[in-house]
């Protein structure tokens, strides 16, 4: 019956207003209203750039064993939890661009800092979309990695004041579920080209771009429903990333699961709690497409069941106590290569396969074995690269 459902959509009703008129008269577990920003389900795809298990270009952290030794409870709201961290509850604006899969990696990453540090401070999806990726607007992974190995400076969103934190987001923020208005202007028609990679923190702001940055301790994969709702409980929000189908832009509220329309691409979120509603358990899910979208910018969807990969595609890390500043370079310790392509391989997190040439940049001085040596080859694709960059 679910494929007659999705040749019907697929034949006759191409609108994300038939859609939602499908979904509502199936009377599912959950309600759905057409976005006034989506023209069409083609539209919805430039915002969807989170690359999924058994694409080419996946990548993740080894999957970490999380031991779950006591009882969890029924309902847990990570906003609810560490009220004291708003970040949690702030839902950011990726806007025209397909950086889902860095504002995932960020907003995880700001709201386990403020639970391990005790600073309820935004970190930078500017840098994390457009740094740690040569085109952040056509999609990534999650960059835990890059936390740790280079490091995230400070970040709000579009239209905080200047000088607040060290790169605020770039892109402006649009209208995605209702109509334009002063605070949501309309979206583009087309998505807007990657910025380029920050190097300094914005006028008046009074640190540094080097010290600002805060490193993770450590990353991982999680894997297993009770393994993934002991690690929110227990540390914070998750990355996570599913398959979007043309059903899931109509949600409003409930209990989401892909009842009609065909599969549009993969799309990174927050995981931020978990619960039961009306005997059904769900995951509850913070998304970037601003609060005006679905329940206050959240989703609700069914837990226990992989719905749509969403239990296949977890991850995060761990955070110190205190942010430290990086340690200082060994006696001798220095960058062979010019600063241009030092700079270039820590943008585009190359260090593990070339860093033995950039040991400063790289942060490897007292661990050299953790940078690669690489090759004249991958030295001269890389120079190309780079090329193709200016």
Known sequence: MKFAAVMIIGAQAATLVEIAAEVNAMATTWTAQAPEKFRDTDDVKSYLGAFLPGDPKYT????RDIRTEFMLPTDFDSATNWPQCTVIKNVRDQSSCGSCWAFGSVSS?????????????KYSPEQTAFCFNSDGCQGGNNVWSSFKSSGVVTGGDYGDEQ??????YSLKACAHHVPADDKYPACPSAEYNSPKCPKACESGYGTDFATDKLHASSTFSVRGEQQIMQE???NGPLYVAFTVYADFP???TGIYKHVTGSQLGGHAVTMVGFGVLNGANHWKVKNSW????????HFLISR????????SSVGAGLIGAQPSPSPSPSPGCEDIEESSYCDFVVSQDFCSLIGAD???SCDCCDDVSSCGEGDEALRAKIRGDMSVQV
């Open 250 to 252: 109509t949600y409003r």
């Open 60 to 63: 993740e952290d080894p999957v």
């Open 163 to 168: 000088g607040q934190t060290c790169s605020r």
């Open 304 to 311: 226990g069941n992989n719905e749509c990969g969403i239990e």
């Open 232 to 234: 929110l409980f227990t």
């Open 358 to 360: 950039c040991q400063n």
């Open 109 to 121: 990453f700001e709201a386990r800092a403020c639970i391990s540090t005790g600073k309820d401070v």
């Open 290 to 297: 601003n609060e005006n979208w679905g329940d206050n910018g």
